[in-house]
């Protein structure tokens, strides 16, 4: 239950849509956010790892499915992009059969 929780506070923390701001950030505002947001993901990254480090089944399912998401993960924007269009594609050729 714990990673469960873990997991919905990172979807919630990443789903928030920001406030509207009426005028555009500076450099300096924008890289106080990342630095903040990357705290808020490694913090994350802790606490999933901690998390799966104790727990045989959710390591099991980790890497039964890595070939899933580990190219998601570690893919540039471009790749992801074409990956999403791939399976868009995919996904509308099954729709016609």
Avoid: C, N, Y
């Amino acid at each position: 239950m714990e990673l469960r929780s873990k997991i919905k506070a990172l979807v919630q923390e990443t789903t928030k849509v920001p406030s509207t701001s009426s005028k555009q950030p500076d450099e300096l505002e924008i890289a106080k956010e990342l630095d903040r947001i990357s705290a808020k993901l490694d913090s994350f990254d802790k606490m999933l790892s901690s998390s799966s480090t104790a727990d045989r089944e959710v390591q099991s399912l980790l890497s039964g499915t890595a070939d899933l998401w580990m190219p998601v993960i570690t893919a540039t924007a471009d790749e992801r992009r074409a990956l999403a269009a791939a399976a868009a594609t995919e996904e509308h050729d099954s729709s016609k059969k």
